[in-house]
């Protein structure tokens, strides 16, 4: 098999320049980009796990950090959701733009934490053209202002023993208009650290892009 192709990307931004890396399998037939947690960054070892089961899967992956190192040290800026979604956005322009995928690819969003109210706002812009968003033991209600609004195809995925977290994805998924799931991983905390809880997370969000970003039948996720 053709290996996946990685290049680290400087990817210059309105107001500031942020890195990232970006993994291209061999006839991507999708992009899936990736937005951290709060505190984390492009090399969070559990999105980087996601990425290369995706890659095996057909897609390409975009993981890249959402602040500057001067813009990480002050706390408030990790939970600033407008300049994490509009980091987002320039990300996404810039990458539809330019010459870094072997032509236009359906992009689809992975918001992990806070990440995922980035996500899920980005998909809410008007025009957004975001085939997909899933979200991993995500902040939906960080978001929750803009979720009627959001029209992609959205997987919440939340550890059944993350208590707190739940109850707010459960009030979240109401608040979707569009297709939307809620798939709860049973025995899993927060960071789906439990043996074999983040291979669950990355096969249902394999299936999820596969089904929405693709058009391609993929097996029913389990949901709640």
């Not at 559990?46 to 002050?74: I, K, M, P, S, Y």
């Not at 987002?88 to 995928?101: C, W």
């Not at 009030?171 to 809880?197: C, I, N």
Request: net charge neutral; aromatic share 6%; with cysteine.
């Amino acid at each position: 098999m053709p290996e996946v192709q990685v290049r680290p990307l400087e990817l210059r931004l309105p107001d500031a320049t942020v890195y990232g890396d970006l993994a291209v399998p061999p006839q991507a037939r999708g992009l899936v980009v990736f937005v951290h947690g709060s505190g984390s960054s492009r090399h969070s070892s559990r999105n980087r796990f996601v990425a290369e089961q995706l890659q095996q899967r057909g897609f390409a992956t975009l993981l890249f950090d959402l602040l500057t190192e001067e813009e990480d040290r002050d706390y408030t800026r990790r939970f600033d959701i407008p300049l994490l979604t509009r980091r987002l956005l320039d990300v996404t322009a810039a990458v539809r733009s330019g010459t870094l995928l072997p032509g236009p690819l359906p992009i689809g969003y992975f918001g992990a934490s806070t990440g995922a109210a980035a996500a899920l706002n980005g998909a809410a812009e008007p025009g957004a053209q975001v085939c997909a968003v899933v979200s991993r033991g995500g902040r939906p209600d960080l978001a929750m202002a803009q979720l009627a609004q959001v029209r992609a195809p959205t997987l919440l995925i939340v550890g059944g023993d993350d208590h707190d977290v739940l109850r707010l994805n459960q009030s979240a998924y109401a608040r979707l208009a569009g297709t939307r799931k809620l798939a709860v991983v049973p025995g899993a905390t927060h960071l789906f650290e439990e043996p074999g809880k983040l291979e669950q997370v990355a096969r249902l969000a394999g299936d999820w892009f596969v089904r929405h970003c693709t058009g391609q039948a993929a097996p029913a996720a389990d949901t709640q």
